[in-house]
């Protein structure tokens, strides 16, 4: 069981939720940009959630798949097609042997996930599946996927004994539960921040600023880091910063008085002031975000920061029972029939 790349999409790599305990000899924890979609993706076809997925920018890539396969996306819709027939994103999907999957256009959002039942095989670095482009190590030879990659699937798809397709003629069949991606981020207009440790450096005009003014992400803007332009910031005095611990979501002020944000291949420390930091909850909101959208930050305290991952995670569980549940069944009636 294997699938193939028939076309490299502009970015496709594979990640899973990270690679962590290395940070203090500066191995940066890279993983899913959007951990929260790349969970849901895995849950939907009975997957861990740390199980790795492949993480797609558009263009994205056409996949084939050369046996039957459950998968799944989640994230951003990009308008996805099996042999040329619209499937949805957030639903668990049968693919029948010698199908292709393939991307037309990009509806919202800026990354898709496709997770495959009982995942790929691949060898982890440092306990992590992740690619880490930087180190050119992890997920597949430590690079993005190109044509003409073949990566092995693991056995135990659950799609061996189903061979049927709906609507007929399809390659594929549409299963009958959906996932609600966005629980928890719906009419998020602002991203909570905390304040950081060098908040107090800046003016008070330019504090002003930052929770007023809305700032717009650039095009120079990648997995490292989203580069926000708007009117500059000040400090009230040009004092050295020692280098520090950064983490995703770390808000950066630089030299030109503009901010950064640091992303999922962020660096582990960082020498320029930190204004505040995302909360874990919202990094899933500006994930998806895309060249000349607004972001406008709005402090709150960790108690709240708390509360919002909290929930999060409490449907994460509930959503992998259900599905856990939903999932077995059907393959086990399907098995008997």
Not at 81 to 89: D, E, F, K, L, T
Not at 199 to 206: C, V
């Given at each position: 069981m294997s699938l193939k790349l028939v076309k490299a999409g502009m970015l496709d790599s594979i990640q899973d939720m990270g690679r962590y305990g290395y940070?203090?000899?500066?191995?940066?924890?890279?993983?899913?940009?959007?951990?929260?979609?790349?969970?849901?993706?895995?849950?939907?076809?009975?997957?861990?959630?740390?199980?790795?997925?492949?993480?797609?920018?558009?263009?994205?890539a056409a996949i084939f798949f050369d046996e039957p396969a459950i998968i799944a996306l989640s994230g951003a819709d990009f308008?996805?097609?099996?042999?040329?027939?619209?499937?949805?994103?957030?639903?668990?999907?049968?693919?029948?042997?010698?199908?292709?999957l393939q991307f037309h256009s990009p509806k919202n959002k800026s990354h898709c996930y496709?997770?495959?039942?009982?995942?790929m095989k691949l060898s982890k670095w440092l306990n992590s599946y992740s690619t880490n482009l930087k180190a050119e190590a992890g997920g597949f030879a430590g690079r993005r996927l190109l044509k003409d990659d073949v990566i092995e699937l693991n056995e135990g798809s659950g799609a061996t004994k189903i061979d049927e397709s709906d609507p007929p003629g399809t390659g594929f069949k549409i299963l009958p539960w959906k996932a609600s991606e966005n629980f928890g981020l719906?009419?998020?207009?602002?991203?909570?921040?905390?304040?950081?440790?060098?908040?107090?450096?800046?003016?008070?005009?330019?504090?002003?600023?930052?929770?007023?003014?809305p700032f717009f992400i650039s095009h120079n803007s990648d997995r490292m880091g989203y580069r926000l332009a708007s009117e500059p910031l000040q400090v009230i005095s040009k004092t050295e910063?020692?280098?520090?611990?950064v983490s995703f979501g770390s808000i950066q002020l630089l030299p030109d008085g503009q901010l950064i944000i640091l992303m999922a291949d962020n660096q582990t420390t960082g020498g320029y002031p930190r204004l505040g930091n995302i909360i874990s909850a919202h990094l899933?909101?500006?994930?998806?975000?895309?060249?000349?959208?607004?972001?406008?930050?709005?402090?709150?305290?960790?108690?709240?920061?708390?509360?919002?991952?909290v929930k999060q995670q409490q449907h994460l569980t509930q959503l992998e029972i259900a599905c856990k549940l939903r999932?077995?069944?059907?393959?086990?009636e399907k098995g008997h029939d």
């Open positions: 940070q203090q000899v500066g191995i940066n924890p890279t993983g899913a940009i959007d951990k929260y979609a790349a969970a849901i993706a895995n849950i939907l076809v009975g997957n861990t959630y740390n199980e790795a997925v492949i993480e797609m920018r558009f263009p994205a308008d996805a097609n099996i042999n040329g027939h619209p499937i949805p994103i957030n639903h668990a999907v049968i693919v029948n042997k010698n199908s292709t496709l997770a495959i039942k009982g995942g719906d009419g998020t207009e602002q991203l909570m921040a905390l304040p950081g440790a060098e908040w107090e450096w800046l003016g008070k005009n330019s504090q002003e600023k930052f929770l007023r003014n910063l020692v280098s520090s611990a899933p909101v500006l994930a998806q975000m895309k060249a000349g959208d607004k972001i406008q930050f709005k402090f709150t305290d960790h108690q709240t920061a708390e509360d919002f991952i999932l077995e069944n059907y393959i086990h």
